[in-house]
């Protein structure tokens, strides 16, 4: 991130915070959209008025999930997206729950060693951008496949305000300004050329892609094969291997999205449901919050010191656990009972003191017996059905590998950099990767993808999630906690501020100039390293509560042009 944008981000951060910084619940006192039937929360406001309008015309939680995520790869193409790919948990009216898995894959022709040069050193920016960071996009299969199995209406009609949204065109948002902007110079290098997102665009503009109002047009047109074997296939695949890529027909062809049972595990009187690998979100999820769920978080105090330290040396102990059991099920096995299960949990936090952090060189994978981006973006839906779902998608990083599509319209993914390029070195959130996430032809690499559904007495309670790479976790992880031991609204939990660690490298960042100096000074002198400059913005969360007499809360992120929409 350049430093001008970080400043500036860090400004308007700064500038919504009083100057004395009280950190009490208080400062985030307010309340999101209530409503009665239906809700849409999502990155951007004509997504989540697509998705409502599609539900007032007798669509259910599937049916809006093809309309958000369709106008979401208009509107915000930043992380929306049809070249990239993203995983959906969850809950129906009747109780039963399910997730569903349309990660991008490794092409056929991939290699285990395909980013290394003859002396086996990673090759820079070769996982990252231009087309060799291209994995096969998983998102219209995704969206497909849930809208087939549970969804109510016909294709063209959930498709037709998307397309007109594409056709007739949005508004550019201050912060979308600043994204192309910062991102421009790397876009016109790794396209050759200036393309539609370019520096001149400016806040309160208006953007038409009509290349992409055709591609969905087709879309809806011939359905889901139009992506992986029809026109617009074939001239994907024609435009990327102009671009050196690796990736054939074959690959499109033989992409399929795949039904998981999902990660759920109690906490306190909380059922969470998440998701499963190649997601290592659930399994994180279930580690850290069992670790901290014997301390009394809510007489510690919201993002106390004692609060802190427990989360982060929990943390520390499930990123190192990720780095090495975590992969494509399909691929390596992992040993999710052991993960999840209380016993490992207990002694994994046996060296915790509050006196002093765990030196992260102690903390190794723990001990078994035989054996990912800011730039993404998430979505929950409620609609007046009882139906809840939690969406997350992703390009990886901010506009993928920066390839767009001209006479397509959308950007192409860099997920093939969530592999372990080299096991043992850092990708691009530095996380460290073993021989269960290396690269083999087919092989879904591994994501923090956390979507999220939350039931309390049998009920539905939550629907949450974010993007963060790396983050993400840690993230839904606090807004969870923030509604359910801190009692705060679902608006205050996803507008409160928010820590990170993930074990390598060895600090706990913050969000600058939202936490109390004094806890800051405590944790520093107790030895922890601080990084307030690395994430100037930790997640983005969306999430929808269901409120003690049957009504809605939407909480939109603030750090985001995010938005809840309902009736």
């Known amino acids: 991130m350049s430093r001008l944008l970080t400043f500036l981000i860090t400004v308007l951060l700064f500038l919504g915070c009083k100057k004395d910084v009280s950190h009490t619940v208080e400062e985030f006192n307010t309340r999101g959209l209530i409503t009665e039937k239906a809700m849409v929360v999502s990155a951007r406001k004509e997504a989540s008025q697509i998705g409502t309008e599609i539900l007032k015309l007798g669509g259910n939680a599937f049916d809006a999930m093809m309309a958000t995520e369709m106008a979401l790869a208009v509107a915000y193409p930043y992380a929306g997206n049809l070249g990239g790919g993203g995983f959906l948990v969850y809950r129906l009216a009747d109780g039963k729950k399910g997730a569903l898995d349309y990660r991008e894959k490794a092409p056929l022709a991939a290699t285990k060693d395909m980013y290394l040069d003859k002396k086996g050193n990673v090759i820079q920016d070769l996982s990252t951008v231009g087309s060799m960071a291209v994995g096969i996009p998983g998102t219209v299969a995704g969206i497909f496949e849930a809208q087939e199995r549970f969804g109510r209406l016909e294709i063209s009609q959930i498709l037709k305000p998307v397309i007109n949204l594409a056709r007739y065109g949005y508004i550019i948002t201050e912060k979308q300004a600043l994204r192309i902007a910062h991102y421009d110079s790397m876009i016109r290098a790794v396209n050759g050329k200036e393309i539609l997102y370019n520096n001149n665009l400016k806040a309160g503009d208006k953007l038409i892609n009509l290349e992409l109002a055709a591609t969905l047009q087709r879309i809806a047109e011939h359905g889901r094969d139009e992506f992986y074997k029809g026109e617009t296939g074939q001239r994907l695949v024609k435009y990327l291997q102009s671009k050196g890529s690796i990736i054939t027909l074959e690959d499109l062809e033989k992409y399929e999205a795949k039904w998981r049972d999902p990660i759920s595990f109690q906490y306190d009187d909380l059922i969470i449901t998440s998701m499963s690998p190649p997601s290592s979100g659930g399994i994180c999820l279930s580690q850290i919050m069992k670790m901290a769920e014997p301390f009394d978080l809510k007489d510690y105090g919201h993002n106390s010191l004692k609060t802190i330290q427990v989360l982060v040396e929990a943390e520390k102990r499930a990123y190192a656990d990720r780095s090495f059991y975590l992969g494509d099920p399909d691929f390596v096995d992992i040993p999710i009972e052991t993960l999840t299960s209380d016993v490992y949990l207990q002694n994994r936090m046996k060296g915790f003191s509050f006196d002093k952090p765990t030196a992260v060189d102690s903390i190794s994978h723990g001990n078994i017996v035989g ?158 390293t601080i990084n307030e400059t690395k994430s100037p913005i930790i997640g983005i969360v969306d999430g929808i509560l269901m409120l003690e007499d049957g009504t809605l809360e939407g909480g939109a992120d603030k750090r985001g042009d995010d938005t809840a929409v309902g009736f």
């Open 371 to 528: 054996y990912e981006s800011d730039e993404t973006t998430h979505y929950s839906i409620v609609d007046q059905f009882g139906n809840a779902i939690a969406v997350t998608t992703t390009l990886n990083g901010g506009y993928g590998s920066k390839l767009f599509v001209d006479d397509l319209g959308f950007f192409l993914n860099n997920e093939m950099d969530d592999f372990s390029s080299k096991p043992g070195e850092p990708n691009y959130y530095g996380l460290i990767g073993a021989e269960a996430n290396s690269i083999v032809p087919e092989k879904r690499m591994l994501s923090s993808m956390t979507p999220t559904i939350v039931e309390k007495n049998g009920e539905f309670y939550m629907s949450l999630g974010t993007p963060g790479g790396s983050t993400i976790i840690t993230s839904v992880l606090q807004t969870i906690l923030n509604v359910h031991e801190f009692q705060l609204t679902m608006q205050q939990a996803v507008n409160a501020p928010r820590f990170h660690n993930q074990w390598l490298p060895d600090e706990i960042r913050m969000e600058p100039h939202v936490f109390d100096k004094k806890i800051i000074q405590q944790l520093k002198d107790l030895g922890y």
